[in-house]
């Protein structure tokens, strides 16, 4: 799970009651959208006066961004599987061109243009473009290439295509609604219509051949679940149906282990829906799985053990195998921006309901991301009572079970609807909210058990504290909406205390303890009611820039905000 087009405002939160409850919300009358009008659109607008950055000020962006080469052990894999891992990177480095497509239509003309420009601020914008997959700069929307917004529709639909036309269409035309909301469909203007083409379709000219080396790759291989996998995906990429192969992905039990198609919806600001194609090509680590095993046998518990009533932590599949993996290339949404550094996957809920999801650990990157970020990240802001508790060991736990609690708390809303239907736009920072205070909740919840030993209580508080900074500073993803959330709640909550004299952070680990019990619960019964006025009250509260948000990103801005990544053994040069 990790962008929305909105702008953070710079607020003070000042004191608040000591526990968050969403107001209950005034009867009101249904509100019927009216007629869609078959009507030709007005002229757009003309494009708002942009000073775009020069170059010496990308080049200080790209800074941030620290270069590491990310690779693993093959040495010890058999000819068949160095074979298999072969075809499995042609196919992965067929999802770029998709990917760059469906994040913004006009990618391939401009990065065209950007080739031609040999001036320094050609170079510097190529280089920011590379990083950013686009003209827009992730971290915070604006362009830096081109004059004009992102369109929140990405690739996946018309630029000029706005929300209230497209909610005026599907009412006018519901029998539309399942083909253009389709997951797996790129909407475009047929006259005044709104047509979905399938990807299979719209992006055959790559999905095809993807498809061929899967198989390929499916022959050459000696596992078998990885076989099946890559057969039933490579059917997937003809007909648009990804139910089985999710399910295949899930029984994938190999050193070679692929993480390949259209998962998240991150990409698509109108409606959350589209899915945007990745992969992640791994080298597993068998031995540090089966270490881990252990927690997805506790799922349960952990499921009971939420703060909610029974309502909001309904049975879920909790299969939940757990890899610990080495990352040798990604590829399509899995290369642009903030890096991943583990994911827990697939989204659909038919299959999480079957078989839970598997929880992935990239183990290199988050090496990295401790080393370069976080702990500098926590030597620079935290009062130094807190910095022998700031630990590698908490960080990877807190990871996670951040994961492992995608899959925990309520799966359906009270219409009936899934929680992300239910939440739309608004699901992906809650989501990402939830589970970063349930990860620390639950690792709390081992501590008590005697799962983990007693150091980790505070090593958990303030590596978990600590982590939320480095979110933030990804700027307006789902991701870093979701942490400053969680600051800011903490802040009027009072537990946490800025020194006015250094701006370093003290906290009351005690106070800290009970508001991520009491903000774990609030954030599962929001989504047990998929209230969507309620979600936006709750992030237009507290997903915002405070003071302390603010402080905190001027005492850190010479720090890397992330990692940008070169693979040797895709032939990357580091």
Request: charged share 25%.
């Amino acid at each position: 799970m990790r962008s929305f087009a909105w702008t953070l405002p710079l607020l003070l939160v000042g004191c608040a009651s000591p526990v968050w409850m969403p107001a209950p919300l005034p009867p009101h009358a249904m509100v019927v959208a009216p007629p869609y009008e078959h009507r030709p659109l007005p002229p757009p607008p003309p494009p708002p006066v942009v000073s775009l950055p020069t170059a010496a000020e990308l080049a200080s962006r790209t800074a941030r961004f620290a270069p590491v080469a990310l690779s693993a052990d093959v040495s010890r894999l058999p000819e068949s599987e160095r074979r298999a891992l072969a075809a499995i990177l042609d196919a992965s480095r067929l999802l770029e061109p998709i990917f760059d497509r469906q994040a913004f239509a006009g990618n391939p003309a401009l990065a065209a243009a950007l080739a031609e420009d040999t001036s320094e601020l050609g170079a510097a914008r190529r280089a920011y473009y590379a990083i950013m997959r686009g003209p827009w700069d992730r971290l915070d929307h604006s362009p830096f290439a081109i004059e004009r917004p992102r369109p929140p529709g990405a690739g996946f639909y018309p630029e000029d295509l706005g929300a209230d036309e497209l909610e005026r269409y599907l009412v006018a035309h519901p029998e539309a609604r399942e083909r253009v909301l389709g997951l797996f469909t790129v909407v475009a203007r047929e006259g005044d219509q709104l047509t979905a083409v399938p990807y299979s379709k719209a992006y055959a000219e790559w999905l095809v051949p993807a498809a061929a080396k899967l198989r390929e790759a499916a022959r050459l291989t000696k596992n078998r679940s990885l076989a099946r996998f890559l057969t039933s995906r490579a059917a997937a990429f003809l007909d648009d149906d990804y139910y089985a192969s999710d399910k295949d992905w899930m029984d994938l039990d190999a050193v070679v282990e692929v993480t390949i198609g259209p998962y998240e919806q991150y990409e698509d600001e109108l409606r959350g829906q589209k899915t945007a194609f990745q992969s992640f090509v791994t080298i597993a680590d068998p031995t540090a799985s089966k270490a881990l095993a252990r927690w997805k046998s506790l799922l349960p518990a952990m499921q009971e053990n939420l703060p909610v009533d029974a309502a909001a932590k309904p049975p879920r599949g909790l299969e939940s195998p757990i890899r610990v993996v080495d990352l040798v290339f990604a590829s399509g949404d899995a290369r642009h921006g903030v890096m991943t550094s583990a994911f827990n996957l697939p989204n659909d809920e038919r299959v999480r309901k079957e078989k839970g999801a598997k929880k992935v650990l990239l183990r290199n990157v988050l090496d990295m991301k401790f080393a370069k970020i976080m702990r500098p990240i926590g030597e620079r802001i935290l009062a130094p009572e807190h910095l022998a508790q700031l630990s590698s060991a908490a960080f990877v736990d807190e990871v996670l079970f951040h994961e492992l609690s995608h899959s925990l708390g309520p799966a359906q809303a009270a219409s009936g609807l899934d929680v992300g239907a239910a939440l739309e736009e608004l699901h992906a920072p809650l989501e990402e909210a939830k589970a970063d205070v349930m990860g620390a909740y639950n690792v709390l919840y081992m501590v008590q058990r005697g799962e983990l030993p007693k150091a980790r209580r505070e090593e958990i508080l303030v590596t978990y504290f600590a982590g939320l900074f480095r979110s933030v500073r990804f700027g307006v993803d789902a991701h870093g909406r979701g942490a400053a959330l969680q600051i800011n709640r903490y802040v009027a909550e009072g537990a946490v205390k800025v020194a006015p004299d250094t701006g370093r952070i003290a906290l009351d680990l005690a106070a800290l303890e009970r508001a991520i019990v009491g903000l774990t619960r609030d954030l599962c019964e929001l989504q047990r009611r998929g209230d969507k006025a309620e979600a936006r009250a709750l992030l237009e509260r507290y997903g915002v820039v405070s003071d302390i948000l603010s402080s905190v990103q001027a005492m850190t801005r010479d720090l890397p905000v992330d990692l940008v990544a070169s693979y040797p053994l895709a032939g990357e040069a580091p």
